[in-house]
Structure formats: structure tokens, C-alpha cells
């Protein structure tokens, strides 16, 4: 079972559905990463951690909570 703030990096397999948010400090143009839409997503189980939609960068993801 997954904790609040547990991080997983792009390309790796979600171990659990949920909402995730961006860790702002690792987006190479946070000042384009700020809206919700783009800092929180939902992700399903076993599907990949995506890049930051603006900057393409490879950030963190941190597990909010369950989805």
C-alpha cells in the first residue's frame, strides 16, 4: 500500500491507481507547470509515469492519494 509523498520517476510503472502530483522542483519550466491540470493527474495501475505535459522533462511524480 502506497504513503502520501511516496515518488516515482517517468517511465516507471504505476504500482497503484491514484491521483499524482508533480514535483515542481524537478520540472525544468515550473513557471508553465503551475495550473492543477498539468501539477495532478490520475494514473491507472500499470500504466507509465508520463513527462511533465509543458516542459517534456523527466520529472518526479509523489502519490497524492487513491483515485
Do not use: H
Not at 514535483?23 to 493527474?41: F, T
Not at 513527462?51 to 502519490?63: D, H, I, L, S
Amino acid at each position: 500500500m502506497l504513503k502520501r509523498g511516496d515518488t516515482f520517476n517517468v517511465g516507471e510503472i504505476c504500482p497503484e491507481s491514484g491521483v499524482y502530483r508533480l514535483k515542481d522542483r524537478d520540472c525544468k519550466n515550473s513557471s508553465g507547470c503551475k495550473s492543477e491540470d498539468q501539477r495532478e493527474i490520475p494514473l491507472a495501475k500499470d500504466k507509465r509515469f508520463p513527462p511533465c505535459r509543458n516542459c517534456k522533462g523527466k520529472v518526479a511524480w509523489e502519490y497524492v492519494r487513491r483515485a
